[in-house]
Each structure stands twice: as structure tokens, then as C-alpha cells.
């Protein structure tokens, strides 16, 4: 647990992403405290969304609440199932130099951060829960948390990236250019890093968002209507996006 | 199993027994393997719509197959013309060369389409349409072919070199092998199989035009999205 927390930590202080170590290959990315530390995390957060089943139904709800604890991590993880092999495939073809396993080590990294910040929101979520009764509004309040902890776990990523590209680019050695008299010209400036690498994983930035929402629509419910009975997952229905525009004019209709 | 992905590694990154100077003779079996287990697999999550009853089992094994006698069929209906075409441009003699990058790319659709599969599976678990799961396999196998393209130019960037008349015979080979592919599939079904029809290798109706079918789908499906 310690070895996690301390992962997690230095995940988060952006020491993962020094570009020294970087250089060197993703060895220093430890993918067993990370994996750990994002179930940890996701349990918290899911614990916090499931509060509202338990708060607004009489009875409680508490399978409701040990179904959001597993189904939290569960969601970033299938996600990542989903999406990793088209990534390693893509990023190979198009040349980027990562393998397998570094590419997954680069991955769990954004993935530990969103969670990380979703899990800090929790207890917002666990406020906002213990005050509200607007269904609607809890569902809207998730998204947005879970919006809000992807794109910052994106940034990390892109910054990775970047630092990354740079890291691994050939050292590049100036040729001298001859002028007629004899004279030096200054030694051309150096060589822009190979973007293919930042190409392809913003491009599976915007896939892996999107999978994300929809595996979410797939496991749910999170929340819990609360005119609906518990069951561990609803029947298959329409997706995600149409639900949030039909949940905005549901709020604010009434 | 290590070998297995240490192959596909090098064939995606075009290293080793894959790079572009190699000798076919290596290669080939890999290709091979490669175009059979990627394409088993692929072809086994396309039939999983069909249902995980006892029973429907057989779906599975039946799309996988098939996903490789399509792309194979495919390839080995297409190749005498292509190599017409080839004649004609007068750059026959490079044949063998750009039988390589050929078969490279029957494989490349497959490894691709095996990465892909994860998202047809989350698609089916979203969606329970059978005419918009079609529609999304054959979005993911026309990703996987315009994918390949990658490993196409790999192995015809020397033969383009040489003669500039290659780049045409490549979209030539690609309008043709897709032109062929989409009938080809349409013969071969059901890859997806209709949970409400019994399971089987081909349809009784086996025969017809694709390209009416596939028209009238997605002008069903544009209605259904529209209402």
C-alpha cells in the first residue's frame, strides 16, 4: 500500500515525466504500484457516488454503493483494455519507437492522475450528495468531475509526450557550411522532434475519452435513479451523449 | 506466444524478417500465422453479436473463418488482373517485390482489425441494432484497410522509386481489392448473424449485389437517426 501511495506521489510531483529519466526508457514507471493505486482511488470515488443510493431510498441502497465502488476503477480500466491494442498498433505502424509494455506504462500514467483527481473531488461529490436530492443534478456534477479529472490527466499526458519526443530525439550534430571564401556559416539550428508520437496519442486521447464515456453508459447505473430498482447494469439504450443533453433539459425543465 | 508478438512487433515497425529488403522466404509463414490468429479473432468478436447461448457457439468459429477466406478469396480473385495491370505498365518484372507488399497487407488487416475488436465489443454491449452493428463492422474493416495503406507504402516506396507508374498500379490495386472485398463479404455472409436466425456458415440467399444492400442501409440507417 505504501509502495502505491508513493508511486502515486511521484506520479502526481510530475517525477515520471523528468526528461532524464525519460531518456532512458519508461523503466522507471512501476506498473503494479500504479494498477494498485488506481483501484484504491477508484473505489473512493465510487464509494462517493454510490452515497446518493443510500442517502435517498429508503432502505439504504448499499448494494447500490459496493456496485459504484467496483465499477469506478472497472470503467478506466475496461477503457484502457479497449483501447490499448488499436494504440500499440497504431503508434507501432506509424513508427513511434515505444513497445508494449512502455506504451502501457505511459498510459497508466494519465490514468493515475485522472483518478487521483477525481478521487480528491470525492469528497465534494460526498457534500454536494448529503445536500441534494436532484438526481439530475448529481448525474450532471459526475460528468463534470469526470470531464474535469480527464482533461487534466490529458495535459499530463501531452506534457509526457513532449518531453518524451524531445528525450528520445537523435542527438543532432551540425554540419559547418562552407561559403566559397572559406568562412563558416553558424551550424543550422537543431531538428524538430518527430511528432508522430504526440499525433497518434492525441488521437487516442479523443477515442480513449469517448470509449471512457460510453464503457461509463455501459456499466451504469453509478448514481441510482431514484425511481428505478437496484440492478447491476441497465438494459442496452440509446448512449451516453444523448443522454447528457436529455439530462440538461430534464433539470432544467422543472 | 513471445515469438508470436515479437513478430507482430517487428511486422508493424517493419523490422527484422519484415523489413523491406528481407527475403519473402522468412516471412511468409509469420504472415501467415498472423492473418490466421488476427483474423480468427476478429472474426469470433463479430459473431459474438449473435448471442453466447449454447448453441450460437458455432457463430463464432464460423465469422472467424470466414474473415480469413474473405481476405484471402478476396486477394487470390484480384491478383490475376492486378498482375495484368502490372504486364501492361510494362513493370511485371518487379512482381514478385510487389507480391510482397501484398500479402504483407492481407496480414496488416488482419492485426489491425484484431486491435479493433475491443471496440466492436464495447459497440454490440452499447447497441443492440443489428443493421447499425453491420454498419460499424464495416466501418472497423474499412479503418483496418485504409490502415494498411501504411504497410503498402512501406514495401512499394522502393518500387515507386524505380518507376513512378507503381503509385498508380498501388490505388488500382486497392479500388479493386476493396471493389472485390465488399462482394466478396456480402457472399460470405452473415459474419454478424441475426440473433433471431439460426446459425450458419452461409445464407441460403448467398447470392445477390452488395452495393444495392449496402446503399439501402445506411439509407435506413440515416432514417433511423433522423426520427
Redesign the interface.
Known amino acids: 500500500m505504501t509502495s502505491w501511495l508513493r508511486e502515486m506521489d511521484s506520479v502526481l510531483r510530475g517525477k515520471k515525466g523528468d526528461p532524464q529519466l525519460l531518456a532512458q526508457g519508461m523503466g522507471h514507471i512501476r506498473l503494479g504500484p500504479l494498477v494498485g493505486g488506481c483501484l484504491l482511488l477508484g473505489i473512493i470515488y465510487g464509494l462517493f457516488m454510490g452515497l446518493y443510493a443510500v442517502l435517498t431510498r429508503t432502505p439504504p441502497s448499499f448494494e447500490q454503493l459496493a456496485a459504484s465502488a467496483v465499477k469506478v476503477p472497472a470503467v478506466f480500466l475496461l477503457t484502457l483494455?479497449?483501447?490499448f491494442?488499436?494504440l500499440?498498433?497504431?503508434s507501432?505502424?506509424?513508427?513511434v519507437q515505444l513497445?508494449?509494455k512502455d506504451t502501457l506504462r505511459l498510459m497508466m500514467v494519465p490514468v493515475a492522475v485522472n483518478l487521483t483527481v477525481l478521487a480528491s473531488l470525492g469528497p465534494i461529490t460526498g457534500f454536494f450528495t448529503l445536500n441534494t436530492t436532484s438526481y439530475h443534478f448529481m448525474k450532471l456534477l459526475n460528468v463534470f468531475f469526470f470531464t474535469v479529472s480527464g482533461v487534466i490527466g490529458l495535459k499530463v499526458l501531452l506534457t509526457m509526450l513532449r518531453r518524451l519526443e524531445a528525450a528520445q530525439a537523435p542527438p543532432y550534430v551540425g554540419v559547418p557550411v562552407q561559403t566559397p571564401e572559406g568562412g563558416e556559416l553558424p551550424k543550422l539550428p537543431p531538428e524538430p522532434p518527430r511528432p508522430s508520437a504526440r499525433k497518434t496519442f492525441r488521437v487516442w486521447l479523443i477515442i480513449y475519452a469517448l470509449?471512457g464515456a460510453?464503457?461509463g453508459?455501459?456499466l451504469r447505473p453509478f448514481i441510482g435513479a431514484p425511481n428505478l430498482p437496484f440492478e447491476l447494469f441497465r438494459a442496452?439504450e440509446a448512449?451516453i451523449f444523448i443522454d447528457i443533453i436529455r439530462t440538461i433539459g430534464e433539470l432544467f425543465s422543472k | 506466444m513471445r515469438a508470436f508478438f515479437k513478430s507482430m512487433d517487428d511486422f508493424l515497425r517493419g523490422k527484422g524478417l519484415f523489413a523491406v529488403d528481407a527475403p519473402l522466404a522468412g516471412r511468409l509463414k509469420w504472415l501467415l500465422i498472423l492473418l490466421v490468429v488476427c483474423g480468427l479473432f476478429y472474426g469470433a468478436v463479430m459473431g459474438a453479436y449473435s448471442g453466447l447461448e449454447p448453441g450460437r457457439f458455432q457463430q463464432l468459429l464460423f465469422s472467424g473463418v470466414k474473415v480469413i477466406f474473405l481476405l484471402l478469396i478476396s486477394f487470390v480473385l484480384c491478383l490475376p488482373s492486378f498482375f495484368v495491370l502490372n504486364l501492361i505498365a510494362g513493370v511485371a518484372d518487379d512482381f514478385p517485390e510487389v507480391l510482397r507488399a501484398l500479402i504483407s497487407t492481407q496480414s496488416c488487416i488482419t492485426v489491425v482489425l484484431a486491435c479493433l475488436g475491443p471496440f466492436t465489443a464495447l459497440w454490440y454491449l452499447s447497441c443492440s441494432d443489428y443493421q447499425l452493428a453491420v454498419l460499424f463492422n464495416g466501418l472497423m474493416f474499412a479503418v483496418a484497410s485504409a490502415s494498411a495503406q501504411v504497410v503498402v507504402r512501406r514495401y512499394y516506396g522502393p518500387l515507386i522509386r524505380r518507376s513512378a507508374r507503381h503509385r498508380q498500379l498501388r490505388f488500382a490495386w486497392f479500388f479493386l481489392y476493396v471493389f472485390v472485398g465488399i462482394q466478396m463479404a456480402w457472399v460470405l455472409r452473415p459474419f454478424i448473424s441475426d440473433p433471431k436466425l439460426p446459425v450458419s456458415f452461409l445464407r441460403r440467399e448467398a447470392w445477390g449485389n452488395a452495393y444495392v444492400m449496402v446503399g439501402g442501409l445506411i439509407a435506413s440507417a440515416l432514417r433511423k437517426l433522423a426520427s
Open positions: 483494455v479497449v483501447t491494442p488499436s500499440y498498433v497504431f507501432a505502424l506509424l513508427g513497445g508494449p470509449v460510453q464503457m453508459w455501459v442496452r448512449n
